[in-house]
């Protein structure tokens, strides 16, 4: 079992930054870590993963370049730092895990069967 549980929400004008953030339970470095989002109605879409310890990430085409993924093996946290923020971006915003030996983690959320609560992103132009 993993405990997730994201932190950092909030809301922010178009153009701005915010950081969100997602404290794991487990040292095990054969887990791969991401983020999705959601808005009401819409399927669950996958933002950015990362493979704690070998760094490996990957990105939605619709964040790259605006948004980082990074860890904190020390703390146990993966964050999500969102620059150039868009009203597009809206959304609420979810940490994902799955235990798994892959190099590269994907970005597919039937990949993932740890999930925090989620915190919620509004950007307004």
């Known amino acids: 079992q993993v405990q997730l549980v994201e932190a950092g929400g909030g809301s922010v004008l178009a153009g701005g930054s915010l950081r969100v953030s997602c404290t794991y339970s487990?040292?095990?470095?054969?887990?791969?870590m991401a983020w999705f989002r959601q808005t009401p109605g819409k399927e669950r879409e996958g933002v950015a993963s990362?493979?704690?310890?070998?760094?490996?990430?990957s990105y939605a085409d619709s964040v790259k370049g605006r948004f980082t993924i990074s860890q904190d093996l020390a703390t146990h946290t993966m964050y999500l730092e969102m620059t150039s923020l868009k009203p597009e971006d809206t959304a609420m915003y979810y940490c994902?895990?799955?235990?798994?030996?892959?190099?590269?983690?994907?970005?597919?959320?039937?990949?993932?069967?740890?999930w925090g609560s989620g915190t919620q992103v509004t950007v307004s132009s």
């Open positions: 487990t040292s095990d470095s054969n887990i791969c």
């Open positions: 994902a895990a799955a235990f798994s030996t892959r190099w590269s983690c994907p970005i597919v959320p039937s990949e993932y069967n740890y």
């Open positions: 990362v493979k704690p310890g070998v760094r490996s990430t």
